[in-house]
């Protein structure tokens, strides 16, 4: 069965700290996506990877950054957690037909 | 630049019933398009895909049509359940396989017992 699973389901983090988003497939796919989900936003694309060390940024890559040392792992990292990056993280994998889609993490920022 | 849209933030629906999703799109590049169905706090489920060379596709109670010179899809849900009550994203995507997806807003399905 197809996994994409994210480290944390809600974390709560104070302004300006450091966060690591942390997701994991166990499908060998090569391309991943990090989305956020805001109300009556849908989701939107924050960065993708097409391939180990690969990265391009989305439409809303500003105030992220991302890791993928390894194939299976891509990595969503807030440099200094702002109140408005309060919101639902989702992680994604892609196949060619369709994407899967971790459980998501709610993050909070306070 | 919105390139994925559901103008219908919610719909309410009997048990039963037919259920009609919709979803317009502006790029006339993309090549594949999906539905997804999210409840809260869960990632996106997915639930059926089209490709840009047909106009429909079906599977069980679900049936998605695409109209490309209209730039439309919908998704049929037939009949409703109440369990079906969640929110559905439509998403797109050109230019490959595995390439991004762009999604829509969402539209909250309620399905009324």
């Known amino acids: 069965d197809v996994k994409v699973t994210q480290s944390s389901r809600y974390l709560v983090k104070r302004t300006g700290e450091k966060v690591f988003l942390e997701c994991v497939q166990d499908?060998?796919?090569?391309?991943m996506f990090w989305y956020r989900q805001d109300p009556g936003l849908g989701l939107r694309l924050i960065y993708f990877?097409?391939?180990?060390?690969?990265?391009e940024k989305g439409d809303i890559p500003e105030g992220y950054s991302v890791s993928r040392e390894k194939k299976e792992r891509f990595s969503l990292i807030l440099e200094s957690a702002s109140t408005n990056q309060t919101s639902m993280y989702l992680c994604?994998?892609?196949?060619?037909?369709?994407?899967?889609f971790g459980q998501g993490t709610r993050l909070t920022v306070v | 630049d919105q390139q994925v849209k559901q103008n219908s933030p919610s719909l309410s629906v009997q048990e039963g019933r037919i259920s009609i999703l919709n979803c317009d799109y502006t790029?006339?590049?993309?090549?594949?398009f999906l539905w997804y169905k999210k409840y809260p706090a869960e990632g996106p489920t997915f639930l059926i895909s089209?490709?840009?060379?047909?106009d429909k596709n079906e599977d069980g109670r679900f049936t998605v049509f695409l109209n490309k010179s209209a730039k439309h899809l919908s998704l049929h849900i037939v009949p409703s359940q109440p369990g079906d009550s969640a929110v559905y994203f439509c998403?797109?995507?050109?230019?490959?396989?595995?390439?991004?997806?762009?999604f829509g807003t969402g539209t909250l399905l309620a399905v009324q017992p």
């Open positions: 089209i490709s840009s060379i047909k």
């Open positions: 990877s097409y391939d180990v060390k690969m990265k």
């Open positions: 790029n006339s590049m993309f090549d594949y």
């Open positions: 994604a994998s892609r196949s060619p037909t369709g994407a899967f």
């Open positions: 998403a797109a995507s050109y230019g490959g396989a595995t390439n991004k997806l762009i």
């Open positions: 499908m060998d796919h090569e391309n």
